[in-house]
């Protein structure tokens, strides 16, 4: 009984993990009506940045965090308003295209200057460090941390989007961006704010999985299909829903493994399946009639 416990503690804190991977995804489709295909790469991008600079410098990987994070949040702001707004319209083509473009560079780029081995961000102690609940059943101080981060960057921006000036500028541009535009919002700064804070929470994941196992510069497009599935999961719109679906696939893929090695991560996509047969609009959706 205490191992199924222990797998069942173990997948729900993963789907922190994958909550925070989640929530840049469903930022820019919520408010931008724009799927970002390099979403997973950008990720992956942040995570050898932290690591280039902790390699030399022997600086923890949670002080480069402070570092890389709004790096990535000026780089998600000039992006949109110099390449990405010019994408955007009725036609969802164009974003697809130049996203997956960003894609393939991110990927060529890091294999130049990193290669194809696998690289981690040594954390030290913390990284085996566990929390005994009692008899067998014990839980990782990492993923409780990963997890209380998810759900602090999640409760920052519920507080965001519903009690700030700058979060209903964000509704009224998701809505009706004409609408906005004609009640004086810049859509272009807003959609580059938007863009900006998934990409400093698109940094906080990429960094937690860096230190949390090896990646390496193809591991984008994995990352974005576990983001695409804990955001369907949990209902396009709903904040707290991609920390559902977070969890939801976590447990998913830790009772796969415990049945048998292989079947982690179909298991996974087995959970994603049933949900969407179920349920098409999500569990928790906020833009069903869209």
Avoid at 93 to 112: A, D, E, K, M, R
Avoid at 145 to 160: E, F, N, P, R, S
Avoid at 198 to 205: E, K, R
Wanted: with cysteine; net charge positive; proline share 4%.
């Amino acid at each position: 009984m205490s191992e199924w416990i222990n797998t069942l503690l173990q997948g729900l804190l993963m789907g922190g993990l994958y909550a925070l991977f989640a929530t840049g995804l469903a930022l820019s489709f919520g408010v931008m009506r724009m799927i970002n295909i390099a979403h997973g790469d950008f990720a992956i991008l942040a995570a050898f940045a932290a690591i280039a600079v902790v390699q030399p410098l022997g600086w923890s990987p949670f002080v480069v965090l402070l570092l890389i994070v709004p790096l990535m949040g000026g780089f998600g702001y000039v992006l949109q308003r110099v390449v990405l707004n010019r994408t955007l319209g009725q036609d969802i083509l164009p974003p697809l295209l130049v996203t997956f473009g960003f894609s393939i560079i991110i990927q060529n780029l890091l294999l130049v200057l990193f290669s194809a081995d696998t690289r981690s961000l040594p954390v030290g102690p913390v990284a085996t460090a566990s929390l005994q609940l009692g008899g067998e059943v014990a839980v990782g101080v990492l993923p409780l941390i990963t997890i209380g981060v998810a759900v602090v960057v999640l409760g920052c921006l519920q507080w965001l989007f519903s009690a700030t000036s700058l979060g209903r500028a964000f509704r009224a541009a998701s809505d009706d961006r004409e609408a906005a535009q004609l009640m004086g919002i810049n859509n272009r700064h807003i959609y580059g704010l938007a863009m900006a804070t998934a990409m400093a929470i698109v940094a906080i994941a990429g960094i937690f999985l860096a230190i949390r196992t090896n990646i390496s510069p193809a591991d984008g497009p994995l990352r974005l299909l576990y983001a695409f599935e804990a955001v369907i999961i949990g209902g396009l719109g709903s904040l707290w829903g991609t920390l559902a679906g977070g969890i939801i696939l976590g447990v998913a893929q830790s009772i796969g493994l415990k049945a048998d090695p292989g079947w982690g991560i179909l298991a996974g996509h087995l959970a994603f399946l049933l949900v969407l047969v179920v349920r098409p609009n999500g569990l928790f959706p906020r833009t069903r009639d869209r």
